[in-house]
T-cell receptor, first 117, second 110 residues
Framework: GAGVSQSPSNKVTEKGKDVELRCDPISGHTALYWYRQSLGQGLEFLIYFQGNSAPDKSGLPSDRFSAERTGGSVSTLTIQRTQQEDSAVYLC???????????????FGPGTRLTVT | RKEVEQDPGPFNVPEGATVAFNCTYSNSASQSFFWYRQDCRKEPKLLMSVYSSGNEDGRFTAQLNRASQYISLLIRDSKLSDSATYLCVGYNFGNEKLTFGTGTRLTIIP
């Protein structure tokens, strides 16, 4: 079946502009996660959705970052007034049911490579 | 100290050899663990999960030692296609979060 998809795959933007990144999770997956991976670094948790609500926003690095999820499916991550340090690969993952041992694995999308010039 | 620590490598191993990675974790709230592999400029792909003492899938064996707080991954009869970065990941059922190690880079040499 279809995996997690993300768009765009690459985004180059000028410092100060806003960007929107999109994630389509695997159909039926209730949980959706956003991560960031900077060059040569590990994955950094940003935000987690269960359904349309975000019980954990603790990883968002500043108030320039926001995310929403609608219809329990698609999510968008918005970065306002982008800075050069925002350059990274933004990865989205989904899981069927994060509370159940049989279905808690997270599956990742291909990511959006963001470059802020 | 990082919650999940791995030897970054690189590990350069001849084809056909057996290779083992260890990973230690400091947060006892991590209740389950995963190994993901990540190829260059690609997303992480789930390799194995381990909740109880261990898990085996073909050439891959993962073991969990809760008393010593480490997880291992053993790859037998290594193939060129096993070359990748291997990420050790802890999962907390309480907050449903993954905590990633920074990865161990493996290169299989022909």
């Amino acid at each position: 079946g279809a995996g997690v998809s993300q768009s765009p795959s690459n985004k180059v933007t000028e410092k100060g502009k806003d960007v929107e990144l999109r994630c389509d999770p695997i159909s039926g997956h209730t949980a959706l996660y956003w991560y960031r991976q900077s060059l040569g670094q590990g994955l950094e948790f940003l935000i987690y959705f269960q359904g349309n609500s975000a019980p954990d926003k603790s990883g968002l690095p500043s108030d320039r970052f926001s995310a929403e999820r609608t219809g329990g499916s698609v999510s968008t991550l918005t970065i306002q007034r982008t800075q050069q340090e925002d350059s990274a690969v933004y990865l989205c993952a989904s899981s069927l049911n994060p509370k159940e041992l049989s279905s808690y694995e997270q599956y990742f999308g291909p990511g959006t490579r963001l470059t802020v010039t | 100290r990082k919650e999940v620590e791995q030897d970054p490598g690189p590990f350069n191993v001849p084809e056909g050899a057996t290779v083992a990675f260890n990973c230690t974790y400091s947060n006892s709230a991590s209740q389950s663990f995963f190994w993901y592999r990540q190829d260059c400029r690609k997303e992480p792909k789930l390799l194995m999960s381990v909740y109880s003492s261990g898990n085996e899938d073909g050439r891959f064996t993962a073991q969990l030692n809760r008393a010593s707080q480490y997880i291992s991954l053993l790859i037998r009869d290594s193939k060129l296609s096993d070359s990748a970065t291997y990420l050790c990941v802890g999962y907390n059922f309480g907050n449903e979060k993954l905590t990633f190690g920074t990865g161990t880079r493996l290169t299989i040499i022909p």
